[in-house]
């Protein structure tokens, strides 16, 4: 089982950047994909970005050429890079793994999640 722990979050202004931190217990880490998922108030949970142990990354429309996934197995921390940030790109963000090679958007499909950090990004 791996624990995940996310960090970065914080207030930006319109046009800044974040980068967001997602931390992971367990030795096989490197083994697993690792999604970045965002809540909106009010709005349900929606995929961001998710990298693969081995493979190609794959991102929401919505932040193609903006975000930024990677992965540092020998930390065991995966980040999201984000530039050019919006002001609808304020939620909470998520981290979220799972075992299997492929990157799916849906967050059923990750069994294992962080408690979230609040990016807010002021206009």
């Known amino acids: 089982q791996v624990q995940l722990a996310e960090s970065g979050g914080g207030l930006v202004q319109a046009g800044g950047s974040l980068r967001l931190s997602c931390a992971a217990s367990?030795?096989?880490?490197?083994?697993?994909?690792v999604g970045w998922f965002r809540q909106a108030p009010g709005k349900e949970r929606e995929f961001v970005a998710a990298?693969?142990?081995?493979?190609?990354?794959r991102y929401a429309d919505s932040v193609k050429g903006r975000f930024t996934i990677s992965r540092d197995n020998a930390k065991n921390t995966v980040y999201l890079q984000m530039n050019s940030l919006k002001p609808e790109d304020t939620a909470v963000y998520y981290c979220?793994?799972?075992?299997?090679?492929?990157?799916?958007?849906?967050?059923?499909?990750?069994?294992?999640w962080g408690q979230g950090t609040q990016v807010t990004v002021s206009s």
């Open positions: 990298i693969p142990w081995s493979g190609n990354t």
């Open positions: 979220a793994s799972r075992r299997l090679l492929t990157t799916p958007s849906a967050e059923s499909e990750y069994p294992y």
């Open positions: 367990g030795r096989t880490f490197s083994t697993y994909t």
